[in-house]
């Protein structure tokens, strides 16, 4: 009864810029932590970057200073501002929403995930 939608994702040059959004739906009391992460072809998939409701915020070595998330608690959406994109951040790009339906009943949520690619 919970779905997240991605959008944002496309095919942009080396040193370009990309927005990414997540919003979430349904049966929702509060969304708590959220993030990103992302599978490059033929890799597993790897933490990105994450938010807690209170906007703490974590960050992978390799994104640290050219990726921003942040959130909006009151549309329930995630957002990924990717800056300097190279093309090793090219890969297939997930949101994470750790959603509180009841008082005693919580879980994560994905999205469909969203394709970025970043030529040379």
């Known amino acids: 009864q919970v779905q997240l939608v991605e959008s944002g994702g496309g095919l942009v040059q080396a040193g370009g810029s990309l927005r990414l959004s997540c919003a979430a739906s349904?049966?929702?009391?509060?969304?708590?932590?959220m993030g990103w992460y992302r599978q490059p072809p033929g890799k597993q998939r790897e933490l990105v970057a994450t938010i807690t409701r209170v906007s703490s915020t974590n960050y992978a070595d390799s994104v640290k200073g050219r990726f921003t998330i942040s959130r909006d608690n009151a549309k329930n959406t995630v957002y990924l501002e990717m800056n300097g994109l190279k093309p090793e951040d090219t890969a297939v790009y997930y949101c994470m929403a750790n959603v509180l339906r009841s008082l005693f009943s919580a879980r994560d949520y994905w999205g469909q995930g969203t394709q970025v690619t970043v030529s040379s």
């Open positions: 349904g049966n929702i009391l509060r969304i708590n932590d």
